[in-house]
């Protein structure tokens, strides 16, 4: 998309300040509290966690969103119960055979990202499965954390530069973000974050450098649509400067 005639910023034209997100970025978070809202195990506050998502995705294709990334599952959530972890891992596995089948048929190319060495393995097989399964899928890309950690990342592309032998001149931004868990996700334009919370949690640290940043009350369960749209709208409004005058 062109960039305004009349604007003297240096900002790439596809970040033009006027245009729509296409890429977006979601902490999904408030499951819990939704779910202790209704004396109901944390367990059901995450299922209706994974509802908002298939919900999300569907309006995300509706609002001509290109890209979204969700953090289902953070490297420090391994210090939950290990009942409500194991919940988690359950519903990961339920999400791929249940909802995510029907997204691919409506064009969604999932990718998860994140470390994979600690996911159980029949999980992570068909994390791969699916990936496999909707790689030529183009209308709307679906990219997943899952045991996901900005730091982790950043950790893990410097020792894949180590490993690689770059020379020191030779380490870069652009080889740095080649060694990052999805070097094909995009940044995003706009970070979306739920429940009331404000803090980035370890999220797309590298990424969301000059991303812009919506906070909602809603706690992640009663996601959708509307709540989509309206961020969307808020980040229409908002002006990109990326450091430039
Ligand atoms: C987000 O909801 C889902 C995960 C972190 C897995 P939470 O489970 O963090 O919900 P709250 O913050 O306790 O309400
Ligand atoms: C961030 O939420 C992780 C996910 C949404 C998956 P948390 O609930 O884990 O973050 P904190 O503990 O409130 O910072
Ligand atoms: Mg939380």
């Known amino acids: 998309m062109a960039s305004p005639t009349t604007s003297h910023s240096s900002a790439p034209p596809d970040h033009d300040p006027a245009a729509a997100a296409r890429s977006v970025a979601i902490i999904m978070d408030g499951n819990g509290r939704w779910a202790a809202a209704r004396s109901l195990p944390v367990a059901e ?9 298939r919900r999300t995705v569907e309006a995300a294709i509706d609002l001509g969103v290109d890209s979204l990334a969700v953090y289902a599952f953070s490297t420090e959530n391994w210090s939950r119960p290990p009942d409500e972890v194991e919940s988690i891992m359950e519903l990961m596995d339920e999400t791929i055979d249940r909802e995510l089948p029907d997204l691919a048929r ?11 060495d600690r996911v159980p393995a029949l999980l992570r097989d068909k994390m791969a499965t699916l990936e496999v399964e909707t790689a030529a899928n183009e209308r709307l890309h679906l990219w997943i954390a899952f ?3 900005g730091r982790a990342e950043l950790v ?12 020191v001149e030779d380490v870069s931004e652009e080889a740095l973000a080649a060694r990052l868990f999805a070097p094909e996700l995009p940044d995003p334009d706009l970070v979306i974050r739920t429940s009331g919370e404000q803090r980035v949690s370890n999220f797309l640290l590298w990424q969301s450098a000059y991303a812009e940043f919506v906070f909602t009350d809603t706690l992640w369960p ?5 709540e989509l749209r309206a961020a969307l709208d808020e980040y229409a409004r908002r002006g990109r400067r990326f450091g430039a005058r």
Not at 45 to 53: D, I, P, T
Not at 106 to 116: H, Y
Not at 156 to 167: I, K, M
Request: glycine share 18%.
């Open 45 to 53: 506050g995450h299922r209706e966690g994974a509802r908002a998502l």
């Open 222 to 226: 009663d996601f959708g649509e509307d």
């Open 106 to 116: 409506q064009g969604v190319r999932t990718r998860f990202f994140g470390r994979r």
């Open 156 to 167: 893990e592309a410097a020792r894949r530069v180590v490993e690689d032998g770059l020379e």
């Open 147 to 149: 045991d996901y950690g």
